[in-house]
Every structure is written in C-alpha cells, then in structure tokens.
C-alpha cells in the first residue's frame, strides 16, 4: 500500500478537474482585473506600477498551470467522456457540446494569448494588442462555460458573482481613466 492510496479514489479526478477550474477562473478573472488596472495607469507611491505588472504576469502563469491542470484532468477523467480533441477544438465534443465549446474556445483564445505573449518582442506592437485584447472576450467566454458546465454549482456561481463583480469594477476604473485624460 503506499502512502498516496487513501487519497486517490474513484472520483479523486473528478474533484481536482472541477477545483482546478474554479481556480483557474479565479486566477484568470485576477488576471483580467490587473490588466484592467495597469491599463487605467493605477500606481501610488506604496504601490508602483511594475508591482502590478509583475503580479499580473504571475497570475497569467499559475492560470495557464492551473487551466493545464484542469484540461489533463478532465480528458483524463472517466465519469464523462471529452477527448483531448474536444478540449482544443471548439463544439467538436458530445458532451455538453456548447458549453465544452466555450470552454475549448477560450483555451483557444488563451493559447495565442500566450504564444504572442512569449514573442511580444518580435511581433508589431498592434497585433500583439489585438491578441491581448481578446483576452477580454475569452474571459466572459470562460465564465458561461464555468456556469454552464460546472457542477458544483454554490461553488460555481459564488465564485462567479465575486468574479463578475471584480471585473465590472475595475473595468469602470478603466473606463474613468479614460475619460481622465480624454478631458
């Protein structure tokens, strides 16, 4: 017997494929906040501009670790059947086919996300943009799916809510920075 068996079960994949998406979601809908704000110019003297930068590059990494996670999971899980395939290529799956849909279309914007984020350097300045802006169409993408795919519902849509309220708010912080300096 070893030392893992008494916590690795029949649904032991089932749990970490869910929970490794609710934070994910969380992670990513950080990730969008503190894009929103370094955006909008947000800096103080006790907290400076490149903190926010750092900490929103940081929390893109553990997202995609986290999303990584969620995908090996879920394809590698047996209580429903969703290939690799399905997780990549949107509505090309059987089950839930919509919602898996939203979820691998979002992945999808993610994955270019990050590739052009790892060659910003050598890419025009306006299409690295493009691409980064899309993140902004993949996250409310990525909740629908959440909400209509998750099964742990209370934790789903609490997780949700909070996530829905942050991104609102610092979305209007964006919006108010600029109208500053419009005016």
Known sequence: MTLAAPFVGESTLWYLARGSGIVSLALFTMTVVLGLLVAGRLSSPAWPRF?????HRNLSLASVLFLAVHIVTIVSDNFVTISLV???VPFAGSYSPFYLGLGALSVDIILALVLTSLFRTRLPFKAWRFVHWLAYLSWPVAVVHTIGIGSDQSWVLITVGISVVLVLAAGSFRVASVRRRAS
């Open 51 to 55: 903190v926010t930068e750092t900490l």
């Open 86 to 88: 399905d997780a990549f």
